[in-house]
């Protein structure tokens, strides 16, 4: 791997601003990535959304306790460190959930008896975290090299107070929203991997919410693609 | 069947029974186990609760103390839950402090309070800016045999229901609280959310309520928390195999039956505890 390479990809959704107000339904903030950053870590990654930003390290497959090996596949570590304060509670929370989705997709039975540990340091937060944790930890694994069955996105919806569908809200939409779902959707089938939510709604939102994830997903894999493809055809 | 093909091909041993659709105890693939609530056990307790869920036995103590509200919501009380996972439980636990699993399902019910609005937290507020009541809720699992977010939530549910609060009053020229503990009240509890728990199998099959050994056997879980409008407070699926639409749906249609199972047994458990 090229030390110092960097890649820098830029992406608009299709009727996504740049930046500043977005039209009425379903669109992206303004998404960037850059790859291969950090010396030291086998693969990085850096992901934005909009004022959201998230730096993951990725170390493997390596070395591993023996206390906490599995003798047929890789055991998956995660650490996300918060902008400011100590890890708590929410942090476990937020990691197990990152661990349990990239165990899904990541081919562990490749590489039996070995350590991957991800590592997820917040940068800032302006809404949307879990899910730009989780597009930032793909792409780390991407550039790492970590085999994988799929590549996975993560998605936020809010529902505000009278129904109405927000994608990928920033932190002021998500405080005086009734409803926050976040998806993580694989990218062969996007069938839904992980979903956490806060806040109270039917079962004919979360449909509609997860029917709204599922297309918008579809724009963040064509930014990783776009964003490799750019990334490689330079070398 | 053979125990040693148990011990040795656990997974084949499982699959040869999801074939026929049941499961080694048993069970359908959608029935939970036999579900037991015993409430009020604990008489040093504003509050207690102990459910067993077959095997797995979780006990909710709830003490209620005095604090200074939030200085950002001066008229709120605070609901503190904390869910302890001993080595009493489970040999995969060890003593020391709070390891994963615990601190998961400890966000989980703090989730579930928040969501749900279970308690207004208005009214747990005695003098605004001055005084409030905060609620420790400490869930303990006795045994460990899989399915403890279901019995968590249902515990604290249960528990919430039997806590009674004394009355308190502000002396007006010593400042003091005064609490009067012959008179006491019942919490108002808003909302009944109930859990439902399902463990996906080879990336196509939901069981429901998983035991321990086919949590460990799985290849992902999925916990609904669904109140008694049909509304979702919480749709906890923490990584694992992908699932369709049309799966989420058929979980949808089995977390409203369970609400009404729990809700039957929890009315009869209160009505059997009124003085008669």
């Known amino acids: 791997m090229e030390v110092g390479m960097h890649t820098d990809s830029k992406s608009r959704a299709e009727t996504g601003a740049e930046s500043g107000p977005r039209g009425p339904g379903c669109s992206l903030r303004h998404f960037a990535c850059e790859q291969n950053l950090l010396s030291r870590p086998d693969g990085s990654a850096s992901f934005m959304q909009g004022d959201t930003s998230v730096l993951v390290g990725v170390y493997g497959p390596a070395e591993v306790k023996v206390s906490k090996e599995i003798f047929n596949k890789a055991t998956l570590e995660v650490i996300l460190r918060p902008k400011i304060g100590l890890p708590g509670v929410a942090e476990k929370s937020r990691e197990q959930l990152i661990r349990n989705t990239c165990e899904a997709v990541v081919l562990g039975a490749l590489h039996p008896r070995t350590s991957i540990t991800v590592v997820l340091q917040v940068i800032s937060d302006a809404g949307s975290l879990l899910a730009c944790c989780l597009n930032a930890a793909c792409m780390a694994l991407v550039d790492a090299g970590v085999p994988m069955r799929a590549l996975f996105c993560g998605v936020t919806c809010a529902l505000d107070a009278d129904g109405t569908l927000v994608l990928d809200p920033t932190a002021k939409q998500e405080k005086e929203a009734r409803a926050v779902l976040t998806f993580a959707l694989d990218s062969v089938e996007r069938k839904l991997l992980m979903s956490t939510t806060k806040g109270l709604y039917s079962d004919a939102e979360l449909q509609q919410c997860l029917a709204a994830a599922q297309t918008a997903s579809q724009h963040v894999f064509r930014f990783y693609r776009e964003s490799l493809q750019r990334r490689y055809s330079k070398s | ?276």
């Open chain 2, 1 to 276: 069947f053979n125990t040693c093909f148990r011990t040795v091909e656990p997974l084949e041993y499982y699959r040869r029974f999801l074939k026929e659709n049941c499961r080694p105890d048993g069970r359908e693939l959608g029935e939970f186990r036999t579900t037991t609530v015993n409430i009020g056990s604990i008489s040093t307790a504003d509050g207690s609760a102990l459910v067993k869920l077959g095997n797995t036995t979780v006990i909710c103590g709830v003490k209620a103390e005095f604090a200074a509200p939030p200085t950002d919501a001066p008229d709120k009380g605070y609901v503190v839950p904390n869910v302890d996972l001993p080595p009493l439980c489970s040999s995969k636990f060890r003593s020391g402090p709070p390891g994963e699993e615990a601190q998961v399902a400890s966000q989980f019910i703090a989730d579930v309070i928040e969501n749900s609005q279970i308690i207004q937290k208005e009214d747990l507020c005695i003098s605004p800016g001055k005084l409030a009541w905060v609620l420790y809720c400490d869930l303990i699992c006795l045994d460990y045999d899989g399915n403890i977010l279901d019995a968590c939530t249902f515990a604290l549910l249960a528990a919430l229901k039997n806590v009674q609060l004394p009355e308190v009053t502000i002396n007006e020229e010593t400042a003091l609280a005064e609490v009067n503990l012959k008179k006491k009240n019942y919490l108002n509890i808003r909302t009944h959310p109930v859990a439902t728990s399902f463990a996906v199998f080879d990336d196509t099959l939901l069981i429901v309520d998983p035991t321990g050994e086919e949590e460990h056997l799985a290849t992902g879980t999925l916990t609904i928390v669904m109140d008694e409008e049909g509304k979702l407070c919480c749709l906890h699926k923490p990584g694992g195999s992908g699932l369709t639409g049309a799966k989420l749906q058929d979980c949808m249609s089995r977390a409203v039956t369970r609400h009404k199972e729990v809700k039957k047994l929890m009315d009869e458990v209160i009505k059997s505890m009124k003085p008669k």
